[in-house]
């Protein structure tokens, strides 16, 4: 069986400071794993996605999220928050090679201060 | 247990032919979206009701149809002018479409051609 779990339902970080949205999966394939991100009153955009490539992917507006299968997680990072980096964060994962079924996590809404 | 059901898990259109896939969600939520995924594609928005009675195109409305006629109930038409319908749909719902607030989201429908 497949699950997805984001550790925090909620982030809150200064502007200018690092971003870290925590992601653990667990599968008994090889997993593709995705990161969206919505914004209030938009719909869900893709920022990157892990397909059995190289571990570390980069994905759209800075971020970047490492496959760690020892730990079965894939957290998602930013060197340095923007305040249009407000929005929540879904993490989800698939069976690599059937998309039909996708596992999402609860979100983590991301708070940025100025 | 609240939350969104989409039915059926599966469907097949033959060509020329509308289908419908249901949506229907018991958290009292205002905001109901419903959005397409295609293999190694990110989730791509076709409609969305803020409210009901009300709903507005999303990126790619072209060859769909819906309607909002109670709050719990947003089906997606599949329409013969969709040339393209092989794909996993998913149904998604929101408590209040001004706020950031958590997405809900269906296990899907995954649609094909026959």
């Known amino acids: 069986a497949q699950s997805v779990t984001q550790l925090d339902s909620h982030v809150s970080v200064s502007e200018g400071t690092p971003v870290l949205l925590r992601c653990n999966y667990s599968?008994?394939?090889?997993?593709?794993l995705f990161w969206y991100v919505q914004h209030p009153n938009k719909g869900l955009q893709l920022l990157l996605k892990?397909?059995?490539?190289a571990t570390l992917v980069k994905g759209i507006n800075g971020f970047e999220a490492e496959f760690k299968k020892s730990e079965t997680s894939f957290h998602l990072t930013k060197p340095s928050a923007h305040m249009s980096d407000a929005a929540e964060y879904f993490c989800v994962v698939s069976n690599a090679g059937n998309n039909r079924k996708l596992i999402w996590g609860l979100g983590t809404s991301l708070g940025v201060n100025p | 247990d609240g939350g969104i059901t989409q039915s059926p898990k599966y469907l097949f259109r033959k060509e020329g032919q509308n289908v419908t896939l249901s949506c229907e969600q018991n958290l009292n939520h205002d905001a109901m979206y419903w959005y397409r995924q295609d293999p190694g594609q990110g989730l791509r928005l076709i409609y969305y009701?803020?409210?009901?009675?009300?709903?507005q195109k999303g990126d790619i409305a072209e060859g769909y149809s819906v309607s909002r006629e109670k709050k719990e109930s947003f089906p997606l038409t599949v329409t013969s002018a969709q040339k393209n319908p092989t794909a996993f749909y998913l149904c998604?719902?929101?408590?209040?479409?001004?706020?950031?607030?958590?997405?809900?989201f269906g296990s899907g429908t995954q649609l094909s051609v026959l």
């Open positions: 998604a719902s929101r408590r209040d479409r001004a706020t950031n607030e958590k997405l809900f």
């Open positions: 892990y397909t059995s490539a």
């Open positions: 599968s008994s394939y090889s997993p593709s």
């Open positions: 009701s803020q409210i009901v009675n009300d709903f």
